[in-house]
């Protein structure tokens, strides 16, 4: 099986079921991937009428009768190589999700999002809806820690314009994210957007993590993986895919994507779902207490609390009530 070695990342040209025994068992610490269509991939310019001149040619397709064995059979390398607690993300479309969804359930993988990803430049349709979304499989091996920052991007202290909470937009399990559009450029036919895989990374792994994907295609996870300082694994069955995209992946700067990422606006709350000892709360509803008598207003109030406590808005609400105190707008006089 052909190769690509880098300080960062080894790469195969090969079938991920058959040539995954070069990953070790519990190895990996986040797969993320989107297997072929199996609706006749090599043929979607005649539905998107689009440009394909700067398409790397090579697709492998997957035969309709043979989806539902092929599906069974990655999916298990997958179960294999995450280590216990490693997440899974699966990129799929509408019309072979059920076979998926049924491999998933015959293995130990446990279900921790269906999230949606919505798109833009959808498949035009005349007589039914226009189909512009797919669906992301969040999975998760048992028997171990798994990774999930969750203010790895916006800290839970973070407002919009109308102080809705950004952490929470951003973690909501429906996403807009548009695609890639690169005139004049080599590409792969489906390549995931930058936006979308950097989310993904940065909420399920850390630095010097392994990120594989089984089905590379243009390698976009794997040099997304390793633009935020991961270290990065995987396949393509296409030796036209593969030999394109080589030259690229060995000259890769590590961590190219570092000043580009998102990051929080302000310092996340440290002590965020710790429980609270006795003394913290009487100290909280005294100096509620204090902070009421002075005049501040309920927003004030909160505000300030977060900051002396280093805690989150619910925290802080939820501590207050259990201690006999029921936060509220004061009456305007």
Partial sequence: MRSIFSSQGAFYNGDCITGASVIPDNSVDLIITDPPYGIEGDKLDRHYNRDES?????????????????????????????????????????????????????????EINHIIWRYNFGVFTSKKYVSSHYHILFYAKPGGKRTFNTQCRFSLSEKDENGGSLNYQDREDVWIINREYKPGKVKNKNELPTALLSKIIQ?????????????????????????????????????????????????????????????????????????????????????????????????????QLQEEFDRGYWSIEKALKQSGIKPGRKKEE
């Avoid at 393509?236 to 000043?259: C, H, Y």
């Fill in 54 to 110: 700067f398409v790397t040619g090579g697709y492998v397709e997957v035969p309709s009768e043979q989806y539902e064995s092929f599906t069974m059979d990655w999916i298990r390398q997958a179960e294999r190589i995450l280590r216990p607690g490693g997440s899974i993300y699966i990129v799929s479309g509408y019309t072979h999700l059920r076979h998926i969804l049924n491999a998933l359930h015959e293995t130990s993988l446990e």
């Fill in 203 to 303: 909420y399920s792994s850390n630095e010097g993590d392994l990120v594989c994907d089984l089905f590379l295609g243009g390698f976009s996870t794997a040099k997304t993986a390793i633009g935020l300082l991961r270290r990065a694994t995987g396949f393509e069955i296409s030796r036209t895919m593969f030999d394109a995209k080589a030259e690229e992946m060995q000259a890769l700067v590590p961590g190219f994507l570092i000043d580009n990422a998102k990051t929080p606006g302000e310092p996340a709350r440290k002590r965020t779902r710790k429980n609270w000892s006795q003394d913290e709360t009487i100290r909280l509803k005294e100096r509620y207490n204090e902070l009421n008598q002075a005049g501040l207003s309920q927003k004030e109030i909160t505000k």
